[in-house]
C-alpha cells in the first residue's frame, strides 16, 4: 500500500494545538451537558453552537454528506451516529461523542464514551478498558516506533479481556485533511507499517465491542452498530508525535 504521510512542523503542529484545544474545551462542555431526557439533537445543537462561537468550523457537518456537526453513537451504536430530535438519552446509556472542528486550516478529532447514571458493572468496565487501550496506544506513538506498535498496544489489552476489536474503522493521520495517511488499526494486520517520526500527527481511536468484533451499518448509510447488539465504547484523541514523544493535543 502506497502512504502519503504529511510531517508537520513545529509551526503546524502549534497551529493544531489551537484547532486541538477547542475540540477538548467543547468535548468537556458537551459530557457536561448529557443527561437524562435530552434528545441527541440537543447535544448536537450545543456542539455546533460553540463551535461557531469558538470561530471554527464543525469537521463532520457535510464531510461526505453527513447531515451534523456531532457523531453521537448509544450503546450498540459503535461510530458515526445521526444526532435525532427522537432519540432519548436516558439512565443506564453509555454515549460516544466523536467531535472535530477545523480551525485555522487544520483539523482537530477527539472522542469519548459517558455514562448516563449507573450502568452494568462489565460494561462500566469496557468503557474503562477501552480509555485505557487509547492511553496504552497513545503511549507507543514514539519516534522509532512501528504504527504496528500502536495498533498491537490496542488489541494486547482488549484480547486480554476478551473484547471485539472493530476493524472495518480505524485511527488516521491527521492536518489539513481529516483523514490522512497512515492508517492506524487497532489490531495487528499485516508488516508494521510506518515508522513514527517527530512531525507525525495520528488520530488514535480504539473503538471496542463488549461480544462480538462484527459490525453492520444502519439504513441511514451512517450509524455503525455491533451485530449482536451488545455495546461499544469508543475514544480518540489527537496525538503530535514530537522529538520527545507523544503530545496529546486534545487533551482535556
Ligand atoms: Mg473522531
Ligand atoms: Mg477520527
Redesign the pocket.
Known amino acids: 500500500m502506497f502512504t502519503m504521510i504529511h510531517l508537520k512542523s513545529p509551526k503546524e503542529i502549534e497551529t493544531m494545538r489551537g484547532a486541538s484545544k477547542i475540540v477538548a474545551e467543547i468535548l468537556l462542555e458537551l459530557r457536561e451537558n448529557i443527561h437524562d431526557g435530552a434528545t441527541t439533537a440537543d447535544i448536537d445543537k450545543i456542539a455546533e453552537d460553540l463551535t461557531l462561537k469558538k470561530k471554527a468550523k464543525p469537521a463532520f457537518k457535510g464531510y461526505r454528506g453527513f447531515p451534523a456537526s456531532l457523531c453521537i453513537s448509544v450503546n450498540d451504536q459503535v461510530v458515526h451516529g445521526i444526532p435525532s430530535p427522537k432519540r432519548l438519552l436516558k439512565k443506564g446509556d453509555i454515549v460516544g461523542l466523536d467531535f472535530g472542528v477545523i480551525y485555522d486550516g487544520y483539523y482537530g478529532?477527539s472522542a469519548m464514551t459517558v455514562a448516563i447514571g449507573e450502568i452494568p458493572p462489565e460494561v462500566e468496565r469496557l468503557v474503562k478498558i477501552t480509555e485505557q487501550c487509547l492511553y496504552r496506544a497513545i503511549e507507543q506513538a514514539l519516534p522509532g516506533n512501528f504504527i504496528s506498535d500502536i495498533s498491537a498496544a490496542v488489541q494486547r489489552l482488549a484480547d486480554a479481556n476478551n473484547y471485539g476489536i472493530v476493524r472495518e474503522f480505524c485511527?488516521?493521520g491527521i492536518g489539513r485533511s481529516l483523514h490522512e495517511d497512515p492508517p492506524v488499526l487497532n489490531y495487528v494486520q499485516n508488516g508494521k507499517g510506518p515508522k513514527i517520526r517527530p512531525g507525525f500527527v495520528l488520530?488514535i481511536?480504539p473503538m471496542i465491542n463488549l461480544g462480538t468484533d462484527k459490525v453492520k451499518v444502519l439504513e441511514d448509510g451512517w450509524t455503525v452498530v455491533t451485530a449482536d447488539g451488545k455495546p461499544s465504547a469508543h475514544f480518540?484523541h489527537t496525538v503530535a508525535v514530537t522529538p520527545n514523544g507523544p503530545e496529546i493535543l486534545t487533551k482535556i
Open positions: 478529532d485511527g488516521h488520530a481511536e480518540e
